[in-house]
């Protein structure tokens, strides 16, 4: 297990997936991997990133579409792979918004490289920041959540104070509700790391949640434990513009 940064693989070919992994892992990176724009989706949806390796080629819906599309939604860091070393690929990669590229075939140390390069030019910018400026107030059963001033109100207009662990919980929650989350997916979105075996730390942040939000926290509505899946943010949570 490892604290390091979160790299998201997208490539059909499963040998390069299979070994941009095994050898980012050996260097302390956390890697997930997708096959097609399909299942690049999926894993954002589940998982929080730091930087996307994407290849170029892909079935479906190509890496220059998919770039495209992402960059539209995030600042999320990525670096383009191709089989095509050719100049005009290069431009037009970086022109969809790639923040590197690099030709196939590609020795895994220079990658790691551009990988660490890429990191340290775009460090700084968290997940809870990046949604702070998209959408820094949020709505819920008659609660208000300020996370530009890092404020929870109550119905009644009382503020709720919340520590830092409490916040970037109910902060992953109210940008995934209605959704369930496993305790691994809690802490990688919330803390930026994987789960240690028998670690139950966001057991215990979950119930400190509950005794500020729900009515009667040996009860819960709000936050629902889902047997054998995790937890669940039940509410309509609405972003006034």
Same mark, same amino acid.
């Given at each position: 297990m490892t604290d390091g940064p979160h790299i998201l693989v997208v490539d059909d070919d499963r040998e390069i997936r299979d070994l941009v992994a095994r050898y980012l892992r050996q260097h302390g990176y956390r890697?997930?991997? +997708?096959? /097609? #724009?399909?299942? !690049?989706?999926?894993? &954002?949806? /589940?998982?929080?990133?730091?930087?996307? %390796?994407?290849?170029? !080629?892909?079935? #479906?819906e190509d890496g &220059? *579409?998919?770039?495209?599309?992402?960059? +539209? /939604?995030?600042?999320l860091p990525v670096i383009m792979l191709t089989a095509m070393g050719e @100049?005009?690929?290069r431009i037009i990669g970086l022109e969809m918004g790639a923040d590197d590229y690099i030709a196939k075939p590609f020795n895994p140390r220079e990658l790691l490289a551009r990988i660490k390069a890429v990191l340290r030019r775009t460090s700084g910018v968290s997940g809870? @920041? =990046?949604? /702070?400026?998209?959408?820094? %107030?949020?709505?819920?059963s008659g609660w208000t959540f300020n !996370?530009?001033?890092r404020e929870l109100t109550s119905p009644q207009g009382v503020l709720t104070p919340l520590s830092a662990g409490e916040f970037? &919980?109910?902060? *992953?929650?109210? *940008?995934?509700p209605r959704r369930v989350l496993s305790r691994e997916q809690l802490l990688d979105m919330s803390r930026g790391r994987e789960a240690l075996p028998f670690d139950r730390s966001i057991d215990?942040?979950?119930?400190?949640?509950?005794? =500020?939000? @729900?009515?009667d926290p040996a009860s819960p509505v709000l936050i629902t434990t889902v047997r054998g899946g995790g937890y669940m943010f039940t509410p309509e949570v609405k972003t006034p513009k």
């Open positions: 890697v997930q991997s +997708a096959a /097609d #724009g399909v299942q !690049m989706r999926r894993e &954002l949806a /589940d998982w929080s990133f730091d930087l996307v %390796i994407l290849d170029l !080629m892909l079935p #479906g &220059l *579409t998919l770039c495209r599309r992402l960059r +539209a /939604d995030s600042n @100049e005009t690929d809870a @920041e =990046k949604a /702070d400026a998209d959408a820094p %107030i949020h709505q819920f !996370m530009a001033s970037d &919980l109910l902060s *992953t929650f109210v *940008t995934h215990v942040q979950v119930s400190r949640l509950r005794r =500020k939000i @729900e009515a």
